[in-house]
């Protein structure tokens, strides 16, 4: 295919970010394929949700460089720049949805700002995105005070998917979900793959959804990138961290829970 | 950059062959490609819309934006002929299991609803008087509490807000009274030298200024500065759920949150109102000295006996009793704050508004009842 299918929706170089004194991140390398379901893990407090921020932008790195679909983020001009961001979706931890609008109004508002202006069309668009989470039409009229927090997740999972990008960023999508809804969500996003070949960065302490979703996996310990290749290879590296996070017993058996849903 | 890479996507396109019994689809049926050319797109799927056999084997991509477009145009079933390939069976089995959801309706607006609607107002404010009671019974009920057990006085809450609504007030209250004072010395000079009256400059700047104009100046000031503050303090704790937070580890909201508010402001309003007056009366003398060559050393011998002492303790007290009413008015704004950002703004709209108007109307009252003190020349 062309050249724009194949630069990478996400590339760090050299990337570090520093809060005051500290160092969160030290000479970060990623570059994320088209296509591929890249699993962020680490220890809470290793700065995966900081990671995300930098790549949407969000923060600057202290050094280095992040790369969207080829191009720095901030690259040329105002309108070139929000074709870019609209060529992604991001899932914040906390949901962040507009508390002042219902979930109606959270899923319609990308598309509306998108120029999306047949009500009709808005409307059924909103209900698919809301179905594609398992969310009925009668949650729609709700405020985002009145839901439960697996609910927030997946409405602002349904606000992500709104202007079907073409790169999702995902911060901890199944925490909150009760295990029926994980394997939901696992489907939903394998189907948006296969469809429009969507490329996703999530990151996740569930195993059962790593190993059921992950094309690769990028191991974040003591502010770098301790590993990063497919699930298996790294199983095999030699560290401490990987030791206690995918070898544990039930490490073990939620990986096998897993992978019997491929 | 965009229209290249948009131009880099194969375009939708739609080809009818056999005389509109087949419909070859191609290219790229995703949101970013369709929605420019979104009216064109639909008037050609309208006129293709009969035909029998669908061929979406060309599709490169099909978002669920291109699918619910074909849907529709299919009239929400899929056509008698389709060949769809395996990777976007999904999207339309999807778009089937969504049948015909529509959005739950609101009932249109009677003019029933409109009688509702006023009662509603109405009970709104009666729920608002309730709640305020409630929140000053509350306080007074703590307040007992808090004076048989001496150790659980939120005290350093207290010093922490006196330091915020008292001392950090300080510049701008200096700066606003001294201004106001030398535009009022100004303009009564004016005045007064057309009549020769000079000396009284300190009669109408003394009483005008400590009795009336000061502690109702400072108020305003404190509404909007402290006043605001508090409200959105509390509400963020509502949105923020750590009311909440402290409710469950049996901390009250009124002793920990509410108390060293109401008593921060009601002792830093008086000393404000002093301090305000104070300078207000500098910006005066300044000005007096400039426009009518009155020196200071005459300003102040002037000063207690053209205004009694009554004056100044009226003034204070009024301090002291608009502190405590604009600190009750914000803290049962914030406390009815729901969870959401607009909520949180029209509460402390609301706030301001109603401290400045409470603390207006409470200083009529004061006017009226204090007629027969303070005042020299009746
Ligand atoms: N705004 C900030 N100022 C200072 N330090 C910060 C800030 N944001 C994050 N940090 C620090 O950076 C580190 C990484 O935080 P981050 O939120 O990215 O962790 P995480 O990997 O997402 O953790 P978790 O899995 O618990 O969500 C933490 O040590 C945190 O204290
Ligand atoms: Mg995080």
């Known amino acids: ?40 893990v680490g220890g809470s407090g290793t700065g995966k ?83 594609m989470v398992e969310l009925g039409p009668e949650v729609a009229l709700r405020m985002p005070a009145e839901l439960s927090g697996g609910m927030i997740k997946r409405v602002a999972l349904a606000r992500a998917l709104a202007l079907e990008p073409e790169l999702l960023l995902l911060d901890e999508p199944t925490a909150g979900l009760d295990p029926d809804r994980s394997a939901g969500f696992v489907r939903l996003i394998r189907a ?43 199983m095999t590296v030699q560290d401490p961290f990987i030791e206690r996070f995918f070898h544990s017993e039930r490490s073990q058996a939620a990986l096998a829970r897993g992978r019997s849903e491929i | 950059m965009s229209t290249q890479l948009r131009g880099a996507r194969p375009q939708a396109a739609i080809d009818v062959e056999g005389a509109g019994a087949r419909v070859v689809l191609s290219g790229d049926w995703t949101l970013s490609v369709l929605n420019p050319r979104c009216v064109d797109i639909r008037r050609q799927l309208e006129a293709a819309s009969g035909a029998p056999a669908w061929d979406l084997a060309g599709v490169s991509r099909l978002d669920s934006f291109g699918a619910l477009l074909l849907w529709r145009a299919w009239g929400r079933r899929r056509p008698p002929q389709l060949v769809l390939p395996e990777a976007l069976e999904s999207v339309f089995g999807r778009l089937a299991d969504l049948g015909d959801a529509s959005l739950p309706v609101e009932p249109p607006y009677r003019f029933l609803d409109a009688t509702a609607h006023l009662g509603r107002l109405l009970l709104g404010l009666v729920r608002h008087l309730g709640h305020f009671v409630v929140l000053v019974g509350q306080l007074l009920l703590d307040l007992l509490y808090l004076l048989r057990n001496r150790e659980h006085w939120p005290v ?57 104009l000061g502690p109702v100046l400072v108020s305003v000031l404190v509404a909007g500065r402290s006043g605001s503050a508090m409200t959105a303090q509390l509400g963020v704790m509502r949105v923020t759920e750590e009311i ?48 009518l060559d009155m020196s200071f050393d005459y300003f102040l ?29 914000a803290c049962h704004f914030g406390l009815r704050v729901k969870p959401n950002t607009e909520s949180l703004s029209a509460n402390t709209t609301a706030s301001v508004v109603t401290s400045i108007t409470v603390v207006i109307l409470v200083d009529a009252v004061f006017a009226i009842v204090t007629r027969t003190i303070g005042l020299p020349y009746r």
């Open chain 1, 1 to 40: 295919m062309n050249a724009a299918r194949n630069t990478l929706p996400v590339e760090l170089k050299g990337l570090s970010t520093r809060f005051g004194s500290t160092w969160v991140h030290r000479n970060i390398d990623l570059a994320v394929p088209v296509g591929e379901v890249v699993a962020l």
């Open chain 1, 49 to 131: 949700t900081t990671l995300l921020r930098q790549m949407v932008g969000l923060l600057r790195p202290a050094e280095g460089e992040v790369r969207l679909f080829g191009e720095p983020l901030f690259a040329g001009s105002r309108a070139e720049q929000l074709a870019r961001r609209r060529r992604f979706g991001m899932l914040f931890q906390q949901g962040a949805l507009f508390s002042a609008l219902n979930v109606f109004a959270n899923v319609a508002f990308p598309l509306r700002e998108f120029g999306v202006s047949d009500e009709a069309m808005l409307r059924d668009l909103v209900l698919l995105k809301l179905a």
């Open chain 1, 192 to 234: 948006l793959q296969k469809a429009l070949g969507l490329t996703v960065v999530l990151v996740t302490h569930d195993l059962d959804t790593l190993a059921a979703l992950a094309t690769r996996v990028a191991v974040l310990s003591e502010g770098r990138i301790l590993a990063f290749g497919p699930l298996d290879e790294i």
């Open chain 2, 156 to 212: 350093r809450e207290m010093s922490a807000n006196f330091y915020k609504v008292g001392v950090k007030a300080m510049p701008v209250t200096a700066l606003v009274g001294f201004l106001i004072g030398v535009v009022m010395s100004y303009l009564s000079a004016l005045q007064l030298r057309a009549f020769g009256a000079d000396t009284f400059i300190v009669n109408i700047l003394g009483l005008g200024i400590i009795r009336e």
């Open chain 2, 244 to 291: 909440d937070a402290l409710t469950t580890m049996g901390v009250s909201r009124y002793v920990r949150l509410v108390l060293p508010k109401v008593v921060a402001l009601t002792l830093a309003m008086p000393l404000l109102t002093l301090w305000g007056s104070s300078v207000a009366i500098f910006g005066g003398m300044v000005s007096a000295y400039v426009q």
């Open chain 2, 301 to 329: 011998n002037a000063l207690p006996r053209a205004v009694p002492v009554a004056n100044l303790v009226i003034g204070l007290v009024k301090g002291a009793v608009f502190g405590l009413l604009i600190a009750l008015v």
